[in-house]
T-cell receptor, first 116, second 110 residues
């Protein structure tokens, strides 16, 4: 069984379009994340949701809007795509355990977005 | 906020040799330090982690050390094998947020 899944795996689109990436986890975790990995492999957090509530938003342009319909899903919608949005986007999830800071994150396989 | 620096950016070793990757962090409040391995075309996968109340942890050929005073931690891989070739990321954080290092491309030559 896939723990964290993302669709699509590849996404090629024109500048200015709007697109969505979907993420689902079947681990029963409370917290989900979106990361962006650029061409130099740098991995940077974009958003974090805990029980459908936004808890981290790392100065991401408001063209990016995450949506969490339930705690097992965190989708990423991107408006007016730009060339600089080309990257691999990873979804991840973790189980929050109070203030114990145990936060092993499980990553999905990634979505490679190419904006032409 | 937290800042994590990772060195080296690339590392080539002969099969059977050891590999060491080092990271430093800036926020003394960070209390969780995982290491992730990313193979080509896949998502990062946790290989070992350490918490701030522990100085060293070992799992078979992989070990991690943490020096809280100096704010640095290291990954040690012994008896490297070709399948160890991948990108390795360190991270530091606490609560729900992790800040990742820039990654190290490890190549194990057979």
């Amino acid at each position: 069984d896939t723990a964290v899944s993302q669709t699509p795996k590849y996404l090629v689109t024109q500048m200015g379009n709007d697109k969505s990436i979907k993420c689902e986890q079947n681990l029963g975790h409370d917290t989900m994340y979106w990361y962006k990995q650029d061409s130099k492999k740098f991995l940077k957090i974009m958003f974090s949701y805990n029980n459908k509530e936004l808890i981290i938003n790392e100065t991401v342009p408001n063209r990016f809007s995450p949506k969490s319909p339930d705690k097992a899903h965190l989708n990423l919608h991107i408006n007016s795509l730009e060339l600089g949005d080309s990257a691999v986007y990873f979804c991840a999830s973790s189980q929050e355990v109070g203030l114990a800071a145990y936060n092993e994150q499980f990553f999905g396989p990634g979505t490679r977005l190419t904006v032409l | 906020g937290e800042n994590v620096e990772q060195h080296p950016s690339t590392l080539s070793v002969q099969e059977g040799d050891s590999a060491v990757i080092k990271c430093t962090y800036s926020d003394s409040a960070s209390n969780y330090f995982p290491w992730y391995k990313q193979e080509l075309g896949k998502g990062p996968q946790l290989i070992i982690d350490i918490r701030s109340n522990v100085g060293e942890k070992k799992d078979q050929r992989i070990a991690v050390t943490l020096n809280k005073t100096a704010k640095h931690f290291s990954l040690h891989i012994t008896e490297t094998q070709p399948e160890d070739s991948a990108v390795y990321f360190c991270a530091a954080g606490g609560g729900n947020k992790l800040v990742f290092g820039a990654g190290t491309i490890l190549r194990v030559k057979s």
